[in-house]
T-cell receptor
């Protein structure tokens, strides 16, 4: 059974640009959540989607957005990139995070903003 | 709001020995789950062990076991027979069930296993 797949794994963007990251969850998982990991702030929750609906959102500016498709694949977008957006972005999937199901993570997408 | 505290930033252990990583949490929720995740240098977040709060029995997974003290809101991870491949950052995480649930992580602890 394939794990959580994130693409791209590494990318470099220029300040002011926008970026889209993709996540394919484990087959059968309907919940997809995104986390940002930085040395200073640690792991912070961005948002969670379930059956194409955003159920929960963290404390990030509106430049951070996401969506989920009918096949449960998810994308997150960051517009008008800032240097501080440089981070490891982790996608996680579960059958339903609200029910305490185990949450599995992908390998992450490394974003560097220059 | 929930908080997870890992007060030890770094630990070191000799190969084949046992080490315990500490974690405390604070919540007013009754139904929740606790996890330990391992993040090796590859940065892949790997699930180590999961504990349901309603279960009194401590979870075990091979060399990994937890000491779950619900009243004290403590959730420590014991690694027996430490191996070089256990070298990684370890995160304690909490999630409550129900609406608005999300994983809340501690700051992590860097574990080094010495040969």
């Amino acid at each position: 059974k394939a794990g959580v797949t994130q693409t791209p794994r590494y990318l470099i963007k220029t300040r002011g640009q926008q970026v889209t990251l993709s996540c394919s969850p484990i087959s059968g998982h309907r919940s997809v959540s995104w986390y940002q990991q930085t040395p200073g702030q640690g792991l912070q929750f961005l948002f969670e989607y379930f059956s194409e609906t955003q159920r929960n959102k963290g404390n990030f500016p509106g430049r951070f957005s996401g969506r989920q498709f009918s096949n449960s694949r998810s994308e997150m977008n960051v517009s008008t990139l800032e240097l501080g957006d440089s981070a490891l972005y982790l996608c996680a999937s579960s059958r339903d995070s609200y029910s305490g199901n185990t949450i599995y993570f992908g390998e992450g997408s490394w974003l560097t903003v220059v | 709001a929930q908080t997870v505290t890992q007060s030890q930033p770094e630990m070191s252990v000799q190969e084949a020995e046992t080490v315990t990583l500490s974690c405390t949490y604070d919540t007013s929720e009754n139904n929740y789950y606790l996890f330990w995740y391992k993040q090796p240098p590859s940065r892949q977040m790997i699930l180590v062990i999961r504990q349901e709060a309603y279960k009194q029995q401590n979870a075990t997974e091979n060399r990994f076991s937890v000491n779950f003290q619900k009243a004290a809101k403590s959730f420590s991870l014991k690694i027996s027979d430490s191996q070089l491949g256990d070298t990684a950052m370890y995160f304690c995480a909490f999630i409550a069930t129900g609406a608005n649930s999300k994983l809340t992580f501690g700051k992590g602890i860097t574990l080094s296993v010495r040969p």
